[in-house]
């Protein structure tokens, strides 16, 4: 496994990807997009080209959302089951079918059928993770890029349950 780091850079004032030896690879935005919601879009601008995950609109309960790579979209839904108590996000990716989904630890796996892709490990008082990518994975790859971006759509997915939760337990 490789280790990459997404955290807030002070000289670049925004949110960067770096590898194990400290080079930031990447920098993350937040985007608007036609068909999305405007503050639950993402842009990962790396390696001469940008690549966005977002929620698309009209949701009611649960998400859908587009991955857009390289001219290509794919489409990624809530599973409606698991989702109503964990994050749970399944779609295919060029004939692979790909799940991301937390753990007991509050982690995040990105797996196919056949194998863990990454795990992500969110920060506990600070904004950013520690990714570790499977080694079949290359930044060039059409993973790379989902996996990271992975980690601010179970930012959005935290921050709009831990609301859900407060209204439950003002109730």
């Known amino acids: 496994m490789r280790g990459y780091k997404i955290a807030k850079d002070k000289e670049r004032r ?3 990807v770096s590898n194990d030896c400290g ?5 993350i935005y937040k985007t608007s997009k ?3 919601e405007k503050e639950n879009n993402f842009l990962f601008s790396f390696r001469s080209q940008e690549v966005s995950f977002g929620i698309q609109k009209g949701r009611i309960l649960f998400a859908a959302y587009r991955y857009s790579i390289s001219g290509m979209e794919f489409i990624f839904k809530d599973n409606p089951l698991k989702s109503l108590l964990y994050f749970c996000v399944e779609g295919e990716v060029r004939g692979d079918a790909v799940k991301l989904e937390e753990n007991w630890n509050k982690e995040i796996e990105v797996k196919t059928k056949k194998k863990e892709l990454a795990v992500i490990r969110p920060f506990t008082w600070k904004t950013g993770a520690d990714l570790s990518v499977s080694e079949d994975v290359t930044e060039e790859s059409f993973l790379f890029p989902l996996i990271v971006l992975t980690y601010f759509l179970y930012k959005v997915y935290k921050d709009e349950t831990a609301f859900i939760d407060g209204l439950i337990e003002w109730m």
Do not use: A, K
């Open 34 to 36: 036609r068909g999305l």
């Open 14 to 16: 925004g949110i960067c």
């Open 23 to 27: 080079e930031v690879i990447g920098e």
